[in-house]
């Protein structure tokens, strides 16, 4: 949990709420139809997209109904990595 990153939990975040507003966009859905569909309230939507603040819950509620819930369980799930290479002769061989 100590790695370096140059990416803040607020550029995640800012990432993530625009990736759902063109979700919405694209599937051409007014806040008040992803309101219904979603059971996430249309003020939450606007404030969400305003603020991106929003409960982990409500996030999910809208990722499901713009999205597969699958997508985001397979950032749970352990993924199997080469090992890095520890010399330079490791990274020109």
Do not use: H
Request: hydrophobic share 40%; net charge positive.
């Amino acid at each position: 949990m100590s790695k370096l990153s140059l990416l803040s939990a607020n550029d995640v975040q800012a990432s993530l709420c625009e990736w759902l507003v063109v979700k919405r966009k694209t599937a051409k859905l007014s806040r008040d139809q992803l309101a219904k569909i979603s059971t996430v309230p249309a003020s939450t939507i606007k404030k969400f997209e305003v603020t991106q603040q929003i409960s982990f819950r409500q996030f999910i509620l809208l990722w499901q109904s713009l999205d597969e819930l699958d997508r985001l369980n397979s950032l749970t799930q352990t993924q199997l990595f080469s090992k890095a290479p520890t010399s330079i002769d490791e990274v020109l061989g």
